[in-house]
């Protein structure tokens, strides 16, 4: 079980309802740790290689139509097991099953409006963080760690 790290999006509706910081500190309290992060609006074309996949879905356009409605906070979370742990803490994509004590299950309503997305696997990861952030823009622990001792 080594580090692994997976794209976290804050979305809109978080954004304007203020839980930005709620989101960010239920998954440090956990123990994954911020990587990267940043507040942006979200371009059309961006949100369309984002949400790639879903392209022939009848509710591509209404995702691609949501995320660039309002401001998001884009981060990558680094930590063991990263992307499962991230997406339990998420919880259901429909907040109503979704379990108490999850992000969705506590502080969402509705499937279209659901406070907060994370990569479903390795691959999607690495082509989503890849999507939003160049690599100079991801920071390593271990490498501040060694220059701290080096100090």
């Known amino acids: 079980m080594g580090l692994e790290r997976t794209l976290i999006i804050v979305k809109p509706d978080a954004v304007q309802r203020g839980l930005i910081g709620e ?16 507040m942006m609006w979200m371009s059309e074309s961006l ?3 984002h949400y790639a996949e879903h392209r022939e879905k009848e509710f591509f356009s209404d ?15 680094e930590g063991p097991n990263a992307i499962e742990v991230t997406r339990t803490m998420m919880g259901e994509t429909n907040p109503a099953t979704s379990p108490p004590g999850s992000i969705r299950g506590d502080l969402a309503l509705t499937i279209s409006q659901n406070v907060i997305h994370g990569s479903s696997s390795p691959e999607a990861a690495q082509r989503e963080v890849a999507l939003f952030f160049r690599p100079e823009e991801i920071l390593s622990y271990e490498r501040a760690i060694d220059r701290w001792v080096a100090g």
């Open 23 to 38: 989101v960010l500190a239920r998954l440090e309290r956990r123990g994954l740790k911020l990587v990267a992060l940043k």
């Open 47 to 49: 949100a369309e290689a």
């Open 63 to 77: 995702l691609v139509r949501f995320i660039t409605s309002g401001p998001v906070v884009v981060g990558v979370v």
